[in-house]
């Protein structure tokens, strides 16, 4: 989505303004670093994936929906409420309509991997009578309803749900850092209830030092303020701090050059405050507290200065806010670590929903040992069946040998016969007076009787 070109925002192709958020995702690299690097036009630009499960889906139909002249055109000078609003949504019957048969062949494709999702968890609890329709329903990025063409509802039910979700990003990330926390806590003093007292006390001692390293560092300027600003500026710009200026300030940290800082660019401008605080080769440094630190920051300064809460800082809105008090004189900022994260009541009511899970799984997998020794016996039983018949057939067998009887064939005849016995009506095999056979046509003589007399 950066790469719409003729947009004036990075995902404004129905996304800045759309989501506006895809930009809402932490990074590790210092953009500030990267200096008069533009983007050749109609050059694409990768975003971070969203972490939206439909992630794909929502890029695909912003890069099909980007080819059409007249929906990107209307896009251009529609806001952020007429988006929200479904408003634009109503533009998909004007494109043409070879973008329709793109957008209806993605529609198919995402119902389709959703289908398969839903198959997939149903089989592995073993389920049938599958009702895909209804558990579609679930899903709110598109009409269910209508699993073959792309419709304006699609478009509308894709923006909403992105923006929904989007714009809740913040506070589950909040969450699930605070249920991070508190899980740290919890296995520390789980892994001191089976120390001694005494490796307990050396343990607690070494806590509480490196919490004391951990918290002696620099001051950590205000997150959009002008000090916080002009540090970026002399070190990591390498600009005379006397020569200050907001407006070039702005333009050389718009690394696209779109007209806008984003959330990934706004971030890359606390890289010098957290390298005061966190070094990955200290141990007593949390790398994903440093990362948690950084989204804090961001998220401070885009509800200090973006003013229409479209997740983008405009010039306007950037020189506005080195207008106020808060820039010149900011307060001074609250690290993670000088900060109570949860209290004990929180952390106790945490550990005994842990508990409870413990005990959930430890029942689950008693159960199923209790199954498993079941099925164990089920097999030994069927084992020894299996041999006792067997020695039964084998007994049989021997017994029809001692008295005397051959043993029989598949159909009950006898293997074979006694000397000198033969089957009832069984004939010889040659014709007397001879042991050849006659030739075709020769009629046997009676045989001669002995008590003929010659002449």
Same mark, same amino acid.
């Not at 932490?26 to 994936?49: F, L, R, S, W």
């Not at 009702?131 to 699609?154: M, V």
């Given at each position: 989505m950066k790469g719409l070109s003729v947009l004036p925002q990075q995902c404004v192709l129905l996304m800045t303004c759309l989501l506006v958020v895809l930009e809402a995702v932490p990074i590790d690299i210092d953009k500030t670093k990267v200096k008069g690097q533009g983007h050749a036009e109609?050059?694409?630009v990768e975003n971070p994936d969203t972490g939206l499960y439909y992630d794909e889906y929502l890029r695909q139909v912003i890069d099909v929906l980007e080819t059409d002249k007249h929906f990107r055109e209307k896009l251009q000078t529609a806001d952020i409420e007429e988006i929200k609003s479904g408003k634009l949504s109503k533009e998909l019957d004007l494109v043409s309509h070879h973008v329709r048969t793109r957008l209806d062949e993605l529609k198919r494709q995402e119902v389709a991997r959703l289908r398969m999702l839903i198959k997939a968890k149903m089989d592995s609890v073993q389920d049938t009578g599958i009702d895909h329709q209804a558990l579609l329903k679930q899903f709110e990025h598109l009409n269910h309803q209508n699993p073959d063409t792309f419709e304006p509802k699609d478009l509308d039910m894709l923006i909403k749900a992105a923006t929904n979700d989007l714009e809740n990003y913040d506070k589950t990330r909040h969450e699930e850092f605070k249920k991070y926390e508190m899980m740290k806590e919890h296995e520390?003093?789980?892994?001191?209830?089976?120390?001694d007292e005494e490796k307990r006390q050396r343990e607690e001692s070494k806590f509480e030092e490196m919490k004391k390293k951990h918290g002696d560092h620099p001051k950590v300027h205000h997150p959009g303020s002008k000090d916080q600003l002009k540090e970026v500026w002399e070190e990591a710009d390498g600009l005379d701090?006397?020569?200050f200026d /907001?407006?070039?300030?702005?333009?050389l940290h718009d690394v696209n050059n779109d007209g806008f800082l984003d959330e990934q660019e706004l971030e890359a401008l606390f890289t010098k405050e957290l390298e005061k605080v966190y070094d990955p080769k200290n141990e007593e440094d949390?790398?994903?507290e440093m990362e948690e630190e950084r989204l804090r920051m961001r998220e401070h300064v885009m509800n200090e200065v973006d003013i229409n809460k479209d997740r983008l800082v405009t010039l306007e809105e950037f020189l506005r806010a080195t207008e106020k008090k808060e820039f010149l004189e900011p307060d001074s900022w609250e690290t993670l670590d000088q900060q109570q994260l949860f209290t004990e009541d929180e952390l106790k009511e945490f550990e005994s929903h842990i508990s409870q899970q413990e005990d959930e799984l430890r029942k689950k997998a008693e159960d199923l040992q209790k199954q498993k020794e079941e099925l164990q016996k089920q097999h030994d039983q069927l084992q020894a069946q299996?041999?006792?018949?067997?020695?039964v057939v084998k007994q049989m067998e021997q017994k029809k040998l001692q008295q005397g009887?051959?043993? &029989? $064939? /598949? &159909?009950g005849e006898l293997k074979f016969q006694p000397p000198g016995e033969h089957k009832v009506g069984d004939a010889p095999e040659h014709p007397a007076g001879g042991g050849q056979p006659?030739? /075709? $046509?020769?009629?046997p003589e009676p045989a001669s009787r002995t008590d003929q007399v010659h002449p």
């Amino acid at each position: 989505m950066k790469g719409l070109s003729v947009l004036p925002q990075q995902c404004v192709l129905l996304m800045t303004c759309l989501l506006v958020v895809l930009e809402a995702v932490p990074i590790d690299i210092d953009k500030t670093k990267v200096k008069g690097q533009g983007h050749a036009e109609g050059e694409k630009v990768e975003n971070p994936d969203t972490g939206l499960y439909y992630d794909e889906y929502l890029r695909q139909v912003i890069d099909v929906l980007e080819t059409d002249k007249h929906f990107r055109e209307k896009l251009q000078t529609a806001d952020i409420e007429e988006i929200k609003s479904g408003k634009l949504s109503k533009e998909l019957d004007l494109v043409s309509h070879h973008v329709r048969t793109r957008l209806d062949e993605l529609k198919r494709q995402e119902v389709a991997r959703l289908r398969m999702l839903i198959k997939a968890k149903m089989d592995s609890v073993q389920d049938t009578g599958i009702d895909h329709q209804a558990l579609l329903k679930q899903f709110e990025h598109l009409n269910h309803q209508n699993p073959d063409t792309f419709e304006p509802k699609d478009l509308d039910m894709l923006i909403k749900a992105a923006t929904n979700d989007l714009e809740n990003y913040d506070k589950t990330r909040h969450e699930e850092f605070k249920k991070y926390e508190m899980m740290k806590e919890h296995e520390r003093r789980e892994y001191l209830k089976t120390l001694d007292e005494e490796k307990r006390q050396r343990e607690e001692s070494k806590f509480e030092e490196m919490k004391k390293k951990h918290g002696d560092h620099p001051k950590v300027h205000h997150p959009g303020s002008k000090d916080q600003l002009k540090e970026v500026w002399e070190e990591a710009d390498g600009l005379d701090p006397n020569e200050f200026d /907001p407006k070039t300030f702005f333009k050389l940290h718009d690394v696209n050059n779109d007209g806008f800082l984003d959330e990934q660019e706004l971030e890359a401008l606390f890289t010098k405050e957290l390298e005061k605080v966190y070094d990955p080769k200290n141990e007593e440094d949390d790398m994903v507290e440093m990362e948690e630190e950084r989204l804090r920051m961001r998220e401070h300064v885009m509800n200090e200065v973006d003013i229409n809460k479209d997740r983008l800082v405009t010039l306007e809105e950037f020189l506005r806010a080195t207008e106020k008090k808060e820039f010149l004189e900011p307060d001074s900022w609250e690290t993670l670590d000088q900060q109570q994260l949860f209290t004990e009541d929180e952390l106790k009511e945490f550990e005994s929903h842990i508990s409870q899970q413990e005990d959930e799984l430890r029942k689950k997998a008693e159960d199923l040992q209790k199954q498993k020794e079941e099925l164990q016996k089920q097999h030994d039983q069927l084992q020894a069946q299996k041999q006792e018949l067997q020695q039964v057939v084998k007994q049989m067998e021997q017994k029809k040998l001692q008295q005397g009887s051959p043993p &029989a $064939g /598949p &159909a009950g005849e006898l293997k074979f016969q006694p000397p000198g016995e033969h089957k009832v009506g069984d004939a010889p095999e040659h014709p007397a007076g001879g042991g050849q056979p006659l030739p /075709p $046509g020769h009629v046997p003589e009676p045989a001669s009787r002995t008590d003929q007399v010659h002449p």
